[in-house]
């Protein structure tokens, strides 16, 4: 019976070893091939390093640190930083911090749910699957890939208390928010930019499928592809604004089958309510819907329009007995 006890330990030892080996290889095999590994992201952002270089696929085995200082991370040999199968959220930032991403994808992040400890503590934290920002921290984002991050909102960036958010020449794919702003969440007075970006297929159950505007924020969109993106309830399938102070100016863009599921939804395309604003500069707009067929393109409840140069009116709807004039100047607001 001994002589078993001590074959068995003597196996398990010789795994552990054998698996040790195996792990250690695999970063060593890492280092020679030039890929980046976690720990040096880790330790890089611990040490506020300025920049960064990523090449290849970097797999989170924890959470990283928060940015408060500024940071450049670019990517390489097709960068990516994959956390895992959602068991991380990717970057946060707390301002003045600023991080600026360059050619790399941001797989599968997801913060704490909505019902965790740190959430209850402080709500934002269980928005923004890739990155939160907030406090007035900038994310700067060129050429990156947001691909299938989940959050409460948004599930590719969410911004708070006067953040910045400015995304160029992007690619939101797959993302879902379980409450509202698939793609991108603007809160709390912050302000965001996207120019020649795609959003497809992003959802947000309430409302806005790509992008939510509220709280005063700000939105501006030039040369945009919003494609198949979804929300259920409230309306706006690509974009939802709402509350007084928040705007946003749709330049040059395109809104192509983006749709609401529920027949009490409005807004195929943009739903504009409570006080909110918006202005269209020639942007197109088709095949959006909704299943009632009121307001399949843009709606209208409360909230204030401009169309300039651009789409004719009849894509426009308001509630029977609230339609309201249409400026063609917008006071305060910058158009590209």
């Keep these: 019976m001994a002589l078993n006890l001590q074959t068995s330990a003597g196996r398990v030892r010789r795994a552990v070893i054998s698996a040790c080996m195996l792990l250690v290889a695999a970063q060593l095999l890492s280092v020679a091939s030039g890929q980046t590994t976690y720990e040096t992201l880790f330790n890089a952002i611990k040490n506020k390093q300025s920049s960064l270089e990523i090449s290849g696929t970097v797999k989170l085995i924890g959470n990283l640190p ?5 940071m450049t991370i670019v990517g390489t040999n097709k960068a990516k930083i994959d956390a895992d199968e959602w068991s991380y959220r990717i970057f946060v930032v707390k301002g003045p911090g ?27 934290l269980a928005d923004g699957g890739a990155v939160l920002l907030y406090g007035g921290a900038t994310g700067e984002f060129d050429n990156v890939f947001f691909n ?40 709390e007075k912050s302000t965001g930019s996207a120019t020649s970006t795609r959003f497809e297929r992003n959802k947000g159950p309430d409302e806005g499928g790509a992008i939510v505007v509220t709280g005063g924020s700000q939105f501006t ?9 979804t929300c259920k ?10 509350g007084a102070g928040s705007w946003a100016v749709s330049a040059n863009d395109t809104f192509v089958v983006n749709r609401c599921e529920f027949k009490s939804a409005r807004g195929g395309a ?25 307001g399949n393109t843009i709606w209208v409840d409360g909230g204030v329009i401009g169309l300039l140069y651009g789409p004719p009116t009849s894509v426009v709807e308001f509630p029977k007995g609230k339609a309201v004039s249409i400026p ?9």
Excluded at 66 to 70: M, P, R, V
Excluded at 328 to 336: E, S, Y
């Design 98 to 124: 600023k991080l600026v991403l360059k050619d790399i994808e941001l797989y599968k992040g997801q913060p704490p749910l909505k019902s965790s400890k740190p959430a209850k503590l402080f709500p934002p």
């Design 270 to 294: 943009i739903i504009v309510s409570d006080k909110a604003t918006l202005f269209v500069l020639k942007s197109t707009f088709d095949t959006n819907r909704v299943p009632s067929g009121i």
């Design 221 to 229: 969109s030039t040369g945009c592809r919003y494609r198949k993106n």
């Design 66 to 70: 928060e940015i408060s200082h500024s």
């Design 148 to 187: 299938h991050s989940k959050s409460w909102r948004g599930a590719g960036v969410a911004a708070y208390g006067g953040s910045t958010v400015k995304v160029s020449g992007s690619w939101f794919l797959n993302n879902y928010a379980w409450y509202a702003g698939g793609a991108i969440y603007l809160a």
């Design 233 to 242: 309830e409230e309306g706006g399938g690509a974009w939802a604004l709402d």
């Design 328 to 336: 063609t100047n917008p006071t305060g607001i910058t158009i590209p």
